[in-house]
Nanobody, 127 residues
Framework: QVQLVESGGGLVPAGGSLRVSCAVS????????MAWFRQATGKARELVAA????????NYADSVKGRFIISRDNAKNTVALQMNNLKPEDTAVYYC????????????????????WGQGTQVTVSS
């Protein structure tokens, strides 16, 4: 079965860093663009960052540009999100998601395009 399993969430002080990871199995990983979405309590789910199959294209939410870095390792079927200079407003459940695309340079931002989702990992940033 297809599995996306996030790890690395936790409690971190404002200004700190955290790296969340997603291990993917059961699909042809390199054929999928990957993304991290997040959902804070009482708010809609939003795209944080996305990366194409080749890792050559990335997209970031304006709120995290310059602070977060998405990466993937196609040999290990993993995608990671390095989060730096964390802010309390980054507090959310972070979800890993996979989007089957037609090119290894394509990345999409709409959550409706993402077919597979992980269970989420909680990231809490204290002030």
């Amino acid at each position: 079965q297809v599995q996306l399993v996030e790890s690395g969430g936790g409690l971190v002080p404002a200004g700190g860093s955290l790296r969340v990871s997603c291990a993917v199995s059961g699909l042809a990983f390199s054929n999928y663009a990957m993304a991290w979405f997040r959902q804070a309590t009482g708010k809609a789910r939003e795209l944080v960052a996305a990366i194409s199959g080749s890792a050559g294209t990335t997209n970031y939410a304006d709120s995290v540009k310059g602070r977060f870095i998405i990466s993937r390792d196609n040999a290990k079927n993993t995608v990671a999100l390095q989060m730096n200079n964390l802010k309390p407003e980054d507090t959310a459940v972070y979800y890993c998601a996979a989007d089957l695309v037609w090119s290894d340079v394509v990345v999409r931002s709409n959550e409706n395009n993402y077919s597979y989702w992980g269970q989420g990992t909680q990231v809490t940033v204290s002030s």
